[in-house]
């Protein structure tokens, strides 16, 4: 089992900047590709961006290309979604989740899924 906690959601303005955080806990984080999904009130979950194991390869939604960026440090057991420019329709629940294997843009692929953290991006 993979415990996953988020962290670093809020209120922020238009063009501002944030940086998620989800923690790990249980077996090998290193073991794990790790990806970033979020869900907006009425829509339904979407893909936001993926991590292989090591942190070589990412893949992102066309959506967020250019400014957010995912990446994780193994030794802390930790993911991270720094997300840049900021738009009102980034809105949404972030939640992290793991899976083993190769990494994926597909959410039924994960075992492992967070809480979640709000973030609000207001105009």
């Known amino acids: 089992q993979v415990q996953l906690v988020e962290s670093g959601g809020g209120l922020v303005q238009a063009g501002d900047s944030l940086r998620l955080s989800c923690a790990a806990s249980?077996?090998?984080?290193?073991?794990?590709?790790m990806g970033w999904f979020r869900q907006a009130p009425g829509k339904e979950r979407e893909f936001v961006a993926t991590?292989?194991?090591?942190?070589?390869?990412?893949y992102y939604a066309d959506s967020v290309k250019g400014r957010f960026t995912i990446s994780r440090d193994n030794a802390k057991n930790t993911g991270y979604l720094q997300m840049n420019s900021l738009k009102p329709d980034d809105t949404a629940v972030y939640f992290c989740?793991?899976?083993?294997?190769?990494?994926?843009?597909?959410?039924?692929?994960?075992?492992?899924w967070g809480q979640g953290t709000q973030v609000t991006v207001s105009s």
């Open positions: 249980g077996r090998t984080f290193s073991n794990y590709a």
């Open positions: 991590i292989n194991w090591s942190g070589r390869s990412t």
């Open positions: 989740a793991a899976r083993s294997g190769s990494f994926s843009s597909i959410g039924r692929d994960y075992n492992y």
